[in-house]
């Protein structure tokens, strides 16, 4: 076994370690320590990518003293070591560049806590990246959900309180069906292991039995995921969430929390139920009109958003929904974009988290339109991110949104006939919306003209952390928008090492 | 020609989406929410919607005898509410018809893994406890993770409820002074209970190997001890011996081992390492290799949230 075939498992538990340790610690002393090791886990991520794209077959790595069914596993294949790359890039690069708002929004004896969170938040996202195992699966969305109404409430003012009840409230709800399924899942296969499960359930598809509950375990898994993930209906937690929590907090969750729960969903659909029983149970058809239902309503709000952070947040909303749109193709092209869409949507919504904090730095801390006229030539750099993020969410090509766009206009040309024209139609009215509703807001920082009188003359220096983070995710944006070819190659095999 | 609305705030596709956004203001519709035009404002009396008595219109808006549109609609939510829960129960209780029996011994959760567990688990791990075996052991990832969700959850609390120190000197004047009440039969009593208590969870954990208990039931068991004393004595004799310090150290240190342990476990594990944790002989105390650390380190973490919990929430600090 090669010494590289651990590093899933030392990620995962050097940042629970990274955790603990920082409890005594102050402030500064668990600021250096959680970044230490998050740069740690990118650089290991990173280098089991290569491995494996060295070697060209994923790996199971076994968490103990005895193998699969008896005891936990990992797996690594191309797809999750990438998205461990790109979530820990992006987690670090949230904490740099919101790193002085951190030490100013939270009270001083609580720094400290903040780094915990997301030490925890960030083993739990690689535990739901690498997990073979749906139990364990679960254990660390109850780590994810936990710490995360944690990075919510820890500013400690009336709105994020009130967010972040309601997102245990929704969380919560959606963590229940999960653990339901599970539980039944349980009882008709007897495994928990995702193989296992799945030669199981080839069975039981062939012989027939137990078609209601499996029923019943793909309903509820799917429905309590993209609950958790913020689907259509379900969002309603979202805009205060990300509008009132510090903005490392906001640009951590709004790219990364509800995408590892999409991604456990499509892992689940490829190995624990199967592709074609998923085809076949319809499961995707919902999602499918909810992913479109989304794509339109989110951005109508976004349109009606009287506020910069609530108009990013309702953008997610659109977001999530081209995602479950491409998930509801129940094509692999369609998942291909969905998941290229997970990494687009990843390095850019915490782009504009982060510059749009620099733009309402730049206004007096106001984050209504009309006090952020102008704002882009008192902060040239947070101005220049937030269009270049717009403009790859608009999709402009040598952005990484166009490429997004484009898998899943072809995705769609490809599938099935019945999904295509409603596809394409709202891509493109989506679309249209999200170009009012970003270039809207990028005109109106760009106009010199009518900015208010008090804020004229402020010019904001961004801290080297901000400047840093801001221009490595605008060469992420780039890099994925110019290199995908090679990117949606490694998706593609990475899922064909799913099946 | 479509009427031109110069309130499309108030439209109704625009009240169905603020109340599907979750935005719906408690003011909505039920007074005039337009700016007050130009001419409108006199003197220093400015448009304010924060001035509006808010306190007013939200008893006029409970006040359901009154209010009939708020009555409806509460009623319509409640009846919704109730048919999606049916509707829940109802599909589980249909799914549940078709799943294998409890206690069929042809269920397909009597297969090969539970064999292993119970018929070698012994052998393998060595513990005569064949849970502790299979929490601690066979499945020992999970149950780093379930720990780690308690640390998680005692964050979150702090987080939440810990006060400032110069609040707690505040609080001293008033909340502390009548605390805790001297109640002579209480104080006697726990004088009495409290070492058994403990005694029993000590037992409980480092029997974990042997009788049916564990980290977890034992770490309850002293938690619940020390909530006993603190109750009875107050927070100045319980600081004598655990304050925020020890709590940090006996934290920090339990979860530090443990983690240690587990990474050592795991390495060991994968790659085919012979482990120094041998498993002994079963029915020792001294037996089953790791199991028995292990044990007492989830004990301590666990006697430690508990205690954190009620410290938190009775007094905002430890």
Not at chain 2, 13 to 35: H, V
Not at chain 2, 119 to 128: D, I, P, R
Not at chain 2, 164 to 182: N, S
Request: include cysteine; glycine fraction near 8%; hydrophobic fraction near 50%.
């Amino acid at each position: 076994m090669n010494f590289v075939q651990n590093f899933p498992c030392f990620s995962i538990v050097l940042c629970m370690v990274a955790g603990i340790i920082s409890t005594p610690l102050k402030g500064k002393g668990a600021k250096r320590v959680t970044l230490f090791i998050v740069s740690l886990v990118a650089l290991l991520s990173f280098v089991t990518l290569l491995y494996i794209l060295f070697t060209g077959t994923g790996f199971t790595y076994t968490m103990g003293r005895f193998p699969a069914p008896w005891g936990n596993e990992l797996r690594a294949g191309l797809l999750e070591s990438l998205l461990a790359t790109v979530f820990s890039l992006v987690v670090l690069c949230s904490l740099l560049g919101g790193m002085d708002l951190i030490f100013t929004d939270i009270a001083e004896d609580k720094v400290n806590l903040y780094f915990i969170l997301v030490d925890l938040l960030l083993s739990s996202l690689l535990a739901i990246l690498y997990t073979n195992d749906l139990f364990t699966a679960y254990v660390f969305v109850e780590i994810n959900t936990i710490s995360t109404c944690g990075l919510i409430m820890i500013r400690e003012s009336g709105r994020s309180l009130i967010a972040a009840t309601r997102y245990m409230i929704m969380s919560l709800i959606g963590s229940g069906l999960f653990l339901i399924s599970i539980a039944m899942l349980y009882g008709v296969t007897g495994n928990l292991l995702m193989e296992y499960i799945h030669v199981e359930i080839l069975e039981l598809a062939a012989s027939g039995q137990y078609q209601v509950p499996l029923l019943v375990i793909i309903s509820f898994c799917t429905v309590g995921l993209a609950i958790k993930s913020g689907l259509y209906p379900f969002h309603s937690w979202m805009p205060d969430a990300y509008g009132y929590a510090t903005i490392s907090s906001s640009a951590i969750l709004s790219s990364l929390v509800s995408k590892s729960y999409i991604f456990l969903l499509i892992k689940i659909f490829y190995c624990v139920i199967g592709f074609d029983l998923i085809v076949q149970s319809k499961i995707v058809n919902v999602l499918f009109v909810f992913g479109l239902v989304g794509m339109i309503m989110g951005s109508v709000s976004a349109i009606m958003a009287k506020e910069i952070y609530r108009m990013i947040a309702y953008s997610s909303v659109a977001q999530i929904g081209y995602i479950y749109m491409g998930i509801g193709l129940a094509t692999e092209a369609g998942m291909v974009a969905a998941v290229f869409h997970i990494l687009t949507h990843a390095v850019t919504k915490s782009l504009l988290f982060l510059s749009a904090k620099g733009l309402n730095e730049a206004s007096g801390r106001k984050r209504v339109y009309p006090a952020l006229q102008g704002a882009a030539f008192r902060n040239p750099l947070a101005g220049a991110a937030f269009l270049i993020g717009s403009l790859s969410m608009v999709g402009i090509p040598t952005l990484a949104g166009f490429i997004s766009k484009l898998l899943f206009a072809t995705a769609a040309i490809d599938g099935s006939q019945r999904k295509m024209l409603p596809t394409l139609i709202v891509l493109e009215v989506s679309t249209i919306l999200n170009t009012i509703y970003f270039l809207h807001t990028v005109v109106r920082i760009y106009t010199p003209v009518g900015a208010p009188e008090e804020y004229k003359d402020v010019r904001i220096h961004p801290t080297p952390g901000r400047i840093g983070a801001l221009v490595a995710l605008i060469l992420m944006n780039f890099g994925l928008g110019l290199f995908s070819q090679p990117i949606t190659d490694l998706i593609r095999a990475g899922i064909e090492m799913f099946a | 020609m479509s009427r031109v609305r110069d309130n499309y705030e108030n439209s109704r596709f625009r009240r169905l989406l603020r109340w599907i956004n979750g935005e719906t203001d408690p003011l909505e519709g039920k007074m005039e929410m337009k700016p007050l035009r130009e001419e409108e404002l006199k003197g220093e009396s400015v448009y304010d919607p924060d001035r509006i008595d808010r306190a007013r219109v939200e008893r006029y808006l409970d006040d359901v005898e009154r209010n009939t549109e708020m009555r409806a609609f509460r009623v319509v939510y409640r009846l919704g509410s109730v048919a999606l829960c049916l509707l829940l129960i109802a599909a589980l209780l249909y799914a549940v018809s078709w799943m294998p029996a409890v206690g069929d011994a042809n269920a397909p959760a009597n297969n090969e893994v539970s064999q292993r567990y119970v018929e070698q688990g012994l052998e393998e791990v060595g513990a005569v406890n064949m849970v502790t075996n299979m929490i601690l052991s066979y499945r020992g990832f999970d149950t780093f993770g379930e720990t780690c969700v308690l640390f998680v959850a005692a964050t979150c609390v702090i987080v939440l409820l810990r006060r400032r120190r110069d609040d707690i000197e505040k609080a001293k004047e008033t909340d502390w002074k009548y605390e805790p009440k001297p109640d002579a039969i209480l104080q006697q009593v726990t004088k009495v209970l409290t070492p058994v208590i403990f005694l029993f969870g000590v037992y409980i954990i480092l029997n974990g190997n042997l009788s049916p208990g564990g980290g977890f039931s034992g770490g309850a068991v002293i938690g619940a001890g020390l909530i006993l004393y603190v109750t009875t004595f107050g927070f100045h004799r319980t600081q004598r011996f655990f304050n925020e310090k020890t709590y940090d150290c006996v934290k920090v240190g339990a979860l530090t081992l443990y983690s240690i342990t587990m990474i050592y476990y795991f390495y060991t594990g994968a790659n085919g390492i012979a482990s120094l944790f041998g498993t002994g002989t079963a029915g020792n105390i001294l037996s089953a290799g790791m199991l028995l650390p292990i044990n007492i380190f989830v004990g301590l973490e666990v006697a430690c949230t508990m205690y954190c919990f009620f410290a938190l929430f009775r007094r905002g600090g430890m």
